[in-house]
């Protein structure tokens, strides 16, 4: 296991992974028309996305992702009153990860704010799965595409999920205070909504 450097672009809000390593997380390319939006958003859709729009996921507890300087310029979207918490920072647009909520244990953090490629590709392993690919920008050829979410990796995701809650794995949180987002949420006006 090692500890990963993230940082937003322009470097004001730096955070810190630890323990991370390929058992201890699952690495994914999610396609999904929300992924997509929020980089849109952000205007990083060319930074952030491949070029079938997959953006890059390392799934981890929450717990094991503190941020250690720059919390001020934290910001939070969601596309919906009940969608996942999108983090970002407002300093530069940078987008950092996706949250549940205050008691899941869960934290995908999107692997651009990784500082070192070469490092985060060993740290990280594998892409375990191409999910969502029915809002790829383009058809995906190959049989680890799927539509939705493979079988196996639903159930590797499911039974991490459930192993980090019984460990405790949603405190400390750098995202959460007393079951709470650390700031408000923005909605996201649908009409404001872009996956191109």
Excluded at 2 to 10: H, K, Q, S, Y
Excluded at 47 to 55: I, P, Q, S, Y
Excluded at 105 to 123: C, K, N, T, V, Y
Excluded at 162 to 178: A, I, Q, T, Y
């Amino acid at each position: 296991m090692t500890d990963i450097a993230l940082n937003c672009g322009c470097g004001k809000v730096q955070l810190l992974a630890t323990h991370v390593a390929p058992e201890t997380g699952t690495r994914i390319v999610c396609y999904c028309k929300d992924c997509q939006a929020f980089a849109h958003f952000l205007s990083r859709g060319d930074a952030v996305l491949d070029a079938h729009g997959g953006t890059e996921i390392f799934q981890m507890p929450i717990a094991y992702v503190q941020v250690t300087h720059g919390i001020e310029d934290l910001r939070c979207l969601r596309l919906t009153d009940g969608g996942l918490y999108r983090w970002y920072t407002g300093c530069c647009n940078t987008p950092i990860g996706n949250t549940m909520g205050a008691g899941m244990p869960f934290i995908g953090l999107i692997q651009h704010a990784a500082a070192d490629r070469s490092a985060r590709d060993e740290s990280f392993g594998p892409v375990r799965g191409y999910v969502q690919t029915r809002s790829a920008a383009a058809k995906l050829a190959g049989k680890e595409k799927h539509p939705d979410v493979p079988f196996p990796l639903l159930l590797r995701i499911l039974f991490k999920l459930m192993v980090w809650k019984l460990r405790g794995l949603n405190k400390p949180s750098s995202f959460f205070e007393d079951g709470q987002p650390v700031v408000k949420p923005f909605i996201l006006n649908p009409k404001s909504r872009s996956t191109t």
